[in-house]
Nanobody, 116 residues
Framework: QVQLVESGGGLVQAGDSLRLSCAAS??????MGWFRQAPGKEREFVAA????????RHTDSVKGRFTISRDSANNTGYLQMNSLKPEDTAVYYC???????????WGQGTEVTVSS
């Protein structure tokens, strides 16, 4: 079992930055991903990182602005979000699982609102 708790969301203006954190407990050998769900839309993939941190993926809409990372020693994952846009407004979820495309565990989400 893996328990995930996100933090770091908030209300910011366009162009600002935020760093989301995902504190994990339980099993530690897992890949970690970030997803988001905007109002009225389906949940979408944002970024993922392997257990070792050696492999990462970012969806095209956030490439160059968002960076996923992790501190495996402290079982914490991060999503650094720069140059935020109003269209980044969503609830952001952390997920963990056996691979970059397979997730078994989910956090409760943290809300990010970007005003124009």
């Amino acid at each position: 079992q893996v328990q995930l708790v996100e933090s770091g969301g908030g209300l910011v203006q366009a162009g600002d930055s935020l760093r989301l954190s995902c504190a994990a407990s339980g099993r530690t050998f897992y890949a970690m991903g970030w997803f988001r769900q905007a109002p009225g839309k389906e949940r979408e993939f944002v970024a993922a990182i392997s257990w070792s941190g050696g492999a990462t993926r970012h969806t095209d809409s956030v490439k160059g602005r968002f960076t996923i990372s992790r501190d495996s020693a402290n079982n914490t994952g991060y999503l650094q979000m720069n140059s935020l846009k109003p269209e980044d407004t969503a609830v952001y979820y952390c997920a963990a699982g056996p691979g970059l495309s397979l997730y078994s565990y989910w956090g409760q989400g943290t809300e990010v609102t970007v005003s124009s």
